[in-house]
Nanobody, 127 residues
Framework: QVQLVESGGGLVQAGGSLRLSCAASGRTFSRYTMGWFRQAPGREREFVACISRMGASIYYADSVKGRFTISRDNAKNTLYLQMNSLKPEDTAVYYC????????????????????WGQGTQVTVSS
């Protein structure tokens, strides 16, 4: 069981940067694969990035590769998403998520594989 709370969203101009944080409660944060997803109006929830329990494995969607960086600090029970070179198409509500069980890269990119979700934080990139 884990509770997740995102923060750090806001309004930025194209080319700017934001850092999102996801604070997790509980004693077992390091047991979860963590992921970032986003959802824009009228679109399906989209995978952004995920990271394994100790951070050894990281995967990015092609659309954000080279611009976004996912990281975690298990001592602080916190997941991060550093977003650089933002584009208007990055505009969405961003959600962090936690997945129980053995890590699988194939499952890590699927929203249905995650067991717990935060409330989301809005990111708006102006053109």
């Amino acid at each position: 069981q884990v509770q997740l709370v995102e923060s750090g969203g806001g309004l930025v101009q194209a080319g700017g940067s934001l850092r999102l944080s996801c604070a997790a409660s509980g004693r077992t944060f390091s047991r979860y694969t963590m992921g970032w997803f986003r959802q824009a109006p009228g679109r399906e929830r989209e995978f952004v990035a995920c990271i394994s329990r100790m951070g050894a494995s990281i995967y990015y969607a092609d659309s954000v590769k080279g611009r976004f960086t996912i990281s975690r600090d298990n001592a602080k029970n916190t997941l991060y998403l550093q977003m650089n070179s933002l584009k208007p198409e990055d505009t969405a509500v961003y959600y962090c998520a936690a997945a129980e069980g053995p890590f699988s890269a194939r499952l890590g990119v699927q929203a249905a594989a995650y067991d717990y979700w935060g409330q989301g934080t809005q990111v708006t990139v102006s053109s």
